[in-house]
């Protein structure tokens, strides 16, 4: 719609790196047509879309969510096991996220931010019962270092649900 916020810049990147030639417009129309539902969400809730997801989601992603609204890391690994609760058995989940934070700036807001570490990241997919399948992390580059936060590096994880016994 106009006036909202633009994101083709992001889909034609997306085209580049696959790679596969295919037009920006076209990922956009079919990425549009399968959006079904926007839904109000709250990952400190046991339940966090105040009602069960049926049928259970196949796949989750998370972006620089969960460390941003948790206090600190206990509060981080129980919204994670909340959020994961929206898994079917074997769905897989994909979180990135940001590595020694504790703030960012929104507009004039200073936002807190738990810091966390790998292996806080690790033990909270463990102990939310997921199979952990890849990892990885990069430090921040001095150039990205731009002063509206104080992040040390981002992760990505993806973790598996097991399949039920
Ligand atoms: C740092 S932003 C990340 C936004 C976006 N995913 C990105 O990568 O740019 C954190 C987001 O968490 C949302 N948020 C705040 N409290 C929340 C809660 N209790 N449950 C779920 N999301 C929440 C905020 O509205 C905000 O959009």
């Known amino acids: 719609e106009p006036g909202t916020f633009d994101w083709s810049p992001f889909i034609q990147h997306v085209c580049k790196i696959e790679g596969r030639g295919e037009p920006w417009q076209e990922k956009e129309r079919r990425l549009r047509g399968r959006l079904r539902r926007i839904l109000p969400i709250d990952v400190h809730r046991p339940d966090p879309l105040g009602s069960p997801l049926c049928p259970p989601a196949d796949a989750l992603l998370s972006a620089f969510c969960l460390e941003a609204v948790s206090p600190d890391r206990a509060t981080f690994a129980r919204a ?48 939310a019962g997921f199979v952990l399948r890849r990892f990885c992390s990069y430090a921040m580059p001095p150039a990205l270092r731009t002063g509206v936060d104080d992040v040390d590096g981002v992760f990505f994880a993806h973790a598996q649900k097991p399949m039920e016994a």
């Open 80 to 127: 994670l096991g909340h959020v994961g609760s929206l898994l079917r058995p074997g769905g897989h989940a994909v979180l990135l996220g940001a590595l020694g934070e504790s703030f960012y700036l929104a507009g004039a807001a200073r936002l807190p931010v738990v810091p966390l570490a790998e292996d806080d990241v690790r033990g909270a997919l463990a102990g």
